[in-house]
């Protein structure tokens, strides 16, 4: 799932008042939108300043594209300002020793700490708890280029996401005479 980190000047009640004309549902914590399987959440940060810029945290799973529209959709409009993406990879036959031995084998990941902090092309990967964690976040006083960023981690999540083949789904090739 992707996380996004942002703050606007919208404080969370009008948010919530904006939100309804997309058809996302007010929860205890949050506003969310569902459609098969995919979910798109907005999640107010707990302590807010009353008079800056106020934090929320998105998160969606799914395509980089869909999040894309449905983020400029819900706040686009209030040009929001990003801070950090994160994404968590998790898969189920790969443990902590099975991903730091896969990261090590690869020259082009730098190893900043051996216990597992690697880092490429800007982009820190954190692996904890048997997950691969992509965080990129932006320097003090700058913000982030959310496209951009998505797209880097989705191409380095490609890299790692171990590919399973079935060899049962290929089917026979015929030549036309």
């Not at 606007?8 to 997309?22: F, Q």
């Not at 090590?104 to 904890?128: A, H, Q, Y």
């Amino acid at each position: 799932m992707y996380k996004i980190t942002c703050f606007a000047t919208i404080s969370p009640e009008n948010l919530g008042d904006a939100l309804k004309g997309l058809r996302f549902t007010s929860k205890r914590d949050c506003f969310e939108w569902q459609l098969d399987g995919h979910i798109f959440r907005i999640e107010p940060f707990k302590n807010q300043p009353r008079d800056s810029l106020k934090g929320y945290r998105v998160y969606f799973n799914g395509s980089i594209d869909g999040g894309i529209y449905l983020f400029d959709s819900a706040l686009g409009w209030l040009t929001p300002t990003i801070s950090g993406i994160e994404y968590e990879l998790y898969h189920y036959s790969k443990t902590t020793n099975d991903w730091l031995k896969d990261l090590n084998k690869r020259p082009s990941f730098k190893c900043l700490d051996p216990r597992g902090i690697f880092i490429k092309s800007e982009t820190t990967l954190v692996i904890v708890n048997d997950k691969v964690n992509f965080q990129i976040r932006s320097p003090k006083g700058k913000h982030l280029k959310m496209i951009e960023c998505l797209k880097r981690i989705d191409c380095l999540r490609e890299e790692l996401q171990p590919v399973e083949i079935d060899i049962f789904s290929f089917q026979k090739e015929e030549v036309a005479i």
